[in-house]
């Protein structure tokens, strides 16, 4: 397992898609905190570059790189090695060069530059969320067998998770804003993970102008330290959900 993340890893490290995305959200992070002379302002920036490229950026480069690889999956199961062990280590691989990318473009940078609570919370979500959507791909590699319909699903889910999944809860909202929805919505705002890592980080802020609607129902429900206890994990649930039903179907799947 480990030959075959570190494999998969020193690949990808090479690549010039993750140079560019680390490239990328560092420019854009030292851009951000330079232009704002106000940390919560500038973690809020800060935030939506993250909430905006981190899940669409990860989905789609593990959704293609799964796909891509297919031979090499194939080339790996002719060896004496059993599936989970190979897919999960091919997941690592991904799920760990994504990471460190975005460690490098925003973490670093954000710890130097603010290092407190909020920057951590931001560190811990955009790690979070990369491990999240590249689960997802996982996932959606081993449901499809033709590449170019997998892709259009992984398009669907990162464009469903960022975009619609906010409409579609704003519209939840109007239509019964005369019940009490609270808590109801507390449980529907949990199916969506962008959501969640928006509001560890927000609850962190201490910011009630910032809020919205969604953090200020966490922190009244459930505090500050007991939210965030709660956001996390429940992305922990969507890591490792995607996980074990991706294996589950490639021990029986016919490659």
């Known amino acids: 397992m480990k030959t075959i993340i570190k494999y998969v890893l020193i690949d990808l490290l090479k690549n010039r898609t993750v140079l560019a995305y680390t490239l990328v959200l560092g420019v854009l992070t030292i851009s951000v905190a330079g232009m704002s002379d106000n940390t919560s302002k500038g973690m809020l920036s800060l935030l939506n570059i993250t909430l905006l490229f981190v899940p669409i950026i ?24 059993r599936r989970k062990t190979m897919l999960l280590a091919v997941y690592a691989g991904v799920a ?60 669907i889910t990162a464009l469903f998770f960022t975009l619609l999944f906010d409409g ?10 005369e019940y009490p929805i609270d808590k109801p919505l507390l ?5 969506n993970p962008v959501d ?29 330290a007991t939210g965030s206890i709660y956001t996390t994990a429940c992305m922990l649930c969507w890591i490792i959900t995607p996980l074990i039903t991706a294996v589950r179907i490639f021990r029986k799947k016919d490659i």
């Open 58 to 81: 990860s989905h789609l480069f593990s959704t293609i790189y799964f796909f891509n690889s297919a031979e090499f999956t194939e080339l790996l199961l002719a060896q004496p090695i």
């Open 96 to 155: 760990i060069a994504l990471s460190l990318a975005y460690l490098v473009g925003v973490g670093v940078p954000v710890f130097v530059l603010y290092n407190n609570l909020a920057a951590i919370a931001l560190i811990i979500s955009g790690m979070l969320l990369t491990l999240i959507f590249s689960a997802l791909a996982l996932l959606i590699f081993v449901l499809f067998k033709d590449k170019t319909k997998g892709i259009g699903a992984g398009i």
């Open 168 to 177: 579609l809860l704003l519209a939840f909202i109007y239509s019964f804003s």
């Open 187 to 191: 449980g529907l705002i949990s199916l």
């Open 196 to 224: 969640l890592a928006r509001i560890l980080v927000l609850l962190q802020l201490d910011a009630a102008v910032m809020m919205g609607y969604s953090g200020a129902l966490f922190k009244k429900f459930l505090g500050s």
